[in-house]
């Protein structure tokens, strides 16, 4: 399994960005799929989570309300929609396979598989 996210860049306080996270070589439907931050000098933090099959999603509690998770079936790809965004979200954003199968799981030792990150900044 493969994942190839993208999306990130510089943006205003306020305005939008959005994720993808593109995944090949296997099947979602039994597993979540999970999106997390690392800002510098902070370790790696849960943003948000789906569970493929059902497409129950996950949030931490800074982010909700502001942030949507998704997915495409057809593309195989998790989306993450970000709203409102503030200067405290700069980080660089990663997805990941979850490692629990349907359990949805917010710590990263949880995952097993990690796409690339993303850097997402965010100017006040």
């Known amino acids: 399994v493969q994942l190839q996210a993208s999306g990130g860049g510089l943006v205003q306080a306020g305005g939008s960005l959005r994720l993808s996270c593109a995944v090949s070589g296997g099947t979602l439907s039994s597993y979540v799929m999970g999106w997390f931050r690392q800002a510098p000098g902070k370790e790696r933090a849960f943003v948000a989570a789906?569970?493929?099959?059902?497409?129950?999603?996950y949030y931490e509690d800074s982010v909700k309300g502001r942030f949507t998770i998704s997915r495409d079936n057809a593309k195989n790809t998790v989306l993450l929609q970000m709203n409102s965004l503030k200067p405290e979200d700069t980080a660089v954003y990663s997805c990941a396979v979850g490692a629990t199968g349907l359990r949805v799981g917010k710590f990263a030792h949880e995952y097993d598989k990690w796409g690339q990150g993303a850097q997402v900044t965010v100017s006040s």
């Open positions: 789906i569970r493929w099959v059902d497409g129950s999603a």
